[in-house]
């Protein structure tokens, strides 16, 4: 593939990314993906030859990025002595909120799919998803269990939690809407979710 061929492809994987989070998979077609990547229908399928083909690529995509912040900030809680797992829950929950926050695309494309979006399509769900939320809910279960908490709905508490603000953030007492691009609203969110996790799961906070 040459460059032209690379820039050709990456920007329908862009164009479809932005689309399928904003209007979902099944209210997006290849001609508002192409025309939005400024290609053709037919060159667009000489990279994805049917629009499940790209929304694959655009959820592994999607996955790739929650996979690397997952994995690594849940070995590090599984492996943190009691006495730092306050800290390491932290990094978890901090590890999320940036992710999300720099691509809100994430929590958007899975909105889609929660309310039954592609439902013709499981592979995302069976092959991406239910493996690394596991291994989150794994990561949760020993100071879960500890504390009388229930490790499934601790982690899902965390990531509906998470996505929600990135996608609605919240009103102010004047209806005015504040979300991840409001440092101060953001902070807050932070200190929220640490204080929410922690009490939940009975741990110390940090000093």
């Known amino acids: 593939m040459d460059s032209r061929e690379a820039a050709e492809r990456e920007s329908i994987l862009r164009s479809a990314t932005r689309l399928f989070s904003a209007l979902g998979y099944d209210g997006t077609s290849i001609a508002q993906i192409a025309d939005t990547a400024g290609l053709d229908a037919e060159r667009l399928t000489t990279y994805f030859p049917t629009k499940r083909r790209l929304y ?4 592994g995509r999607a ?4 996979a690397d912040v ?3 900030r849940a070995k590090e809680l599984l492996a943190a002595p009691p006495e730092q797992r306050a800290e390491a829950l932290h990094r978890f929950v901090d590890g999320y909120i940036d992710l999300v926050a720099d691509h809100p695309e994430v929590p958007a494309l899975w909105a889609h799919r929660w309310l039954s979006d592609a439902c013709d399509i499981g592979d ?3 092959h991406n998803a239910q493996p690394l939320a596991q291994f989150a809910v794994d990561s949760m279960t020993a100071m879960a269990e500890a504390a009388g908490a229930d490790p499934l709905y601790t982690t899902y508490t965390m990531i509906w939690c998470i996505h929600g603000f990135t996608l609605s953030g919240v009103l102010d007492g004047s209806g005015e809407r504040h979300g991840v691009h409001d440092v101060r609203q953001l902070r807050r969110f932070r200190a929220h979710m640490h204080q929410l996790l922690e009490r939940e ?3 110390p906070s940090p000093p």
């Open 70 to 72: 997952i994995e690594a």
């Open 201 to 203: 799961l009975r741990l």
């Open 56 to 59: 694959l690529d655009v959820m």
């Open 124 to 126: 995302p769900d069976s």
């Open 63 to 66: 996955h790739r990025f929650l």
